[in-house]
């Protein structure tokens, strides 16, 4: 665990602070740090290593529960979720009770575990938040503005124009003028640890760029 970067970010998107503007996506503010928050972050970190060393296991995970999204999509992270912590999360947080794992496919297939994912109430504070994790350390984010196909019509997700995707609008006149449904915000809130990625705190704590709607937080 050595990387120093933002672990499978695009190229240019390696820090929390570099990231380029993104209409669907919300962060929380960068907070002042302190030697507190500090001491709390790592003190997360070695407990939440702790907790989730068994599922570096994939079949640990999925005998606890957790399934992967787009099993048949090639992606740079997977994420295993558990809907029924993701509904435990809505009341409280448990560091050994994450949403999701997130795992990168190695060349010969096997799953490396590299981090978990937490939510969090979409009416969650940001008092409430920094409670959870400190945000001088955690940025946590929000899926915002999004364009999705009508109810019934999942298969219009692919559909473009002028070369881009329809359902990447991020306006609800845009969207309209598709005849696509336009929600203000999807899921709640959510934050990525890559604990078991590097031993780095920027690149444990980095944020990395969502492009489009992956199955995934």
Known sequence: MNSTACPFAAAGEAMSDQLP???HLRLTPLRMGTAADSA??????????????????VRVAEADGFR??????????????SWRRAIEAMVRFDLAQPTSLMYQRRPDGRFRLLGAMYTAPASATEDDLDARIPLSVARW????????????????????????????????????????????????WSVHVYAFASDDAKAIWCVEHHHGMTGAQ
């Open 21 to 23: 503007k993104d209409a």
């Open 68 to 81: 992967m999204w787009l099993r048949r999509v090639p992606l740079p992270v997977y994420h295993f979720t």
């Open 40 to 57: 709390r972050a790592w003190e997360f970190i070695g407990e939440m290593r702790r907790a989730l060393a068994k599922y570096q296991d």
């Open 141 to 188: 984010h929000a899926h915002v503005n999004w364009c999705v196909p009508p109810s019934g019509a999942d298969s219009r997700w692919p559909e473009t124009l002028a070369g881009e995707p329809i359902f990447g609008i991020a306006t609800r006149s845009g969207c309209d003028s598709v005849g696509g449904q336009f929600r203000p915000r999807i899921y709640d």
